[in-house]
Every structure is written in structure tokens, then in C-alpha cells.
């Protein structure tokens, strides 16, 4: 089962920042967070990981607290497009079992 | 590079029936890995494969056959279809040691009736 927790929806306004919570109050020393989103119908795509420090790419931002229980990403301004269900994913980092474990993801709808 | 492709996109087939889902990729990745989605639901692992010649099971294997003989390749197999098995399934790869970018393909989508 995924370990972590996040809100089943939220809405943004297009132009705003969207931001996007997620507990992983059980989060052990090693593990990594890792954000996806998968668009209607599409295959997940890759947006983000961290593991203490918080993270940038073109794509959005990574803020972990300092006590590594929760995190938050932002989409600085989010577009139509970014209307999709996004994943936050523990995982330890290499090793042969590399396995994601999604959850059922937060439903971000942005509306015009 | 085409990715990770799957084939066919959209398959129909009747209780009792066999069938092999397509996986391929071109990014030389040694690891890869079968999911299937239900509806409102997140994706939940079936099979994975970390390189040619070796693979596990994951959180929901029974009912599904895989094989890894080339690393461009990962079919998966149904051998006795079922209602219950009707979802989205998907294929995805990533190099060993990028453990974070995983790639997924388009999905196939399955309806057993």
C-alpha cells in the first residue's frame, strides 16, 4: 500500500501557483520523495524528487520540511494543461527493486 | 527515441481467452515494469523485471505471465482472461541507478467480457 497521503482533489485558477501537499509521516532516513502526474488516459509522467533539500526544474518546485514528514509541490503557474491527477511516491533510491507504489493521487483541476 | 511503446492500444476478449500485451523499449533500460489501473484508482504493480532473464512479482501477479528473454522487450500474458482483469494496463522502463524517471507507455486498454 502507498505510505503516503494526499487530498483526493483541489482546484487552482490558471496564472496561480498550485500547490500540492503530501504527508509521508513514516518516511525513513533513505527514501526519497518522488512526484508524478498522469494527463487523462496517459501514462504517469516524472516531475520531481527530493530527498532533504528543496528541489527546482523547469517543471515545477519541491518543498520538504525540515522533519521530512510532509512536502509540498508547486506549480508556479499553472496552466489548463496542468489539469491532471499527481502522485507524491516514497521510494528508496537504486537498488534492483526500484518499485513505485502510487496511491490515488490528488485531482488538480485548473480552471480558467 | 520512440520510448516505451505498447501494443495494442485497445483489446476486447471473452472469458477464458489468452492473450500477450506488448512492451518495448529503445532507451536500453534494464529495468521494467507492468502496472494495470482501474478505475478511480492509483496504478498498482503486477510484474517487474530488473534485466534479460530475471523477474518478480509485484503487489497483484496472479493471472499474469511475464518473460524477459532481450532487454528491449517485456510482454506480459494472460492466460485465462477474466472479468476481473478489464483495466489500463502499463508498461514502463528506467535505467538502473535513475530510479526517480521512470517512463510509461501510452497504456492498453483491456475489456474482458
Known amino acids: 500500500d502507498a505510505k503516503t497521503t494526499q487530498p483526493p482533489s483541489m482546484d487552482c485558477a490558471e496564472g496561480r501557483a498550485a500547490n500540492l501537499p503530501c504527508n509521508h509521516s513514516?518516511?525513513?532516513?533513505?527514501?526519497?520523495v518522488y512526484w508524478y502526474r498522469q494527463i487523462h488516459s496517459q501514462g504517469p509522467q516524472y516531475i520531481i524528487h527530493?530527498?532533504?533539500n528543496n528541489e527546482t526544474n523547469e517543471m515545477a518546485s519541491l518543498i520538504i520540511t525540515e522533519d521530512r514528514k510532509s512536502s509540498t509541490l508547486i506549480l508556479p503557474h499553472a496552466t489548463l494543461r496542468d489539469t491532471a491527477v499527481y502522485y507524491c511516491i516514497e521510494k528508496n533510491y537504486g537498488g534492483s527493486q526500484g518499485n513505485l507504489i502510487f496511491g490515488k493521487g490528488t485531482k488538480l483541476s485548473v480552471k480558467p | 527515441n520512440a520510448g516505451v511503446t505498447q501494443t495494442p492500444k485497445f483489446q476486447v476478449l471473452k472469458t477464458g481467452q489468452s492473450m500477450t500485451l506488448q512492451c518495448a523499449q529503445d532507451?536500453?533500460?534494464?529495468?521494467m515494469s507492468w502496472y494495470r489501473q482501474d478505475p478511480g484508482m492509483g496504478l498498482r504493480l503486477i510484474h517487474y523485471?530488473?534485466?534479460?532473464?530475471?523477474?518478480d512479482q509485484g503487489e497483484v501477479p496472479n493471472g499474469y505471465n511475464v518473460s524477459r528473454s532481450t532487454t528491449e522487450d517485456f510482454p506480459l500474458r494472460l492466460l485465462s482472461a477474466a472479468p476481473s482483469q478489464t483495466s489500463v494496463y502499463f508498461c514502463?522502463?528506467?535505467?538502473?541507478?535513475?530510479?526517480?524517471?521512470?517512463?510509461f507507455g501510452p497504456g492498453t486498454r483491456l475489456t474482458v467480457t
Open positions: 514502463a522502463s528506467r535505467a538502473t541507478g535513475l530510479a526517480y524517471e521512470q517512463y
Open positions: 513514516t518516511i525513513s532516513g533513505n527514501e526519497y
Open positions: 532507451m536500453n533500460h534494464e529495468y
Open positions: 527530493g530527498l532533504k
Open positions: 523485471s530488473v534485466g534479460a532473464g530475471i523477474t
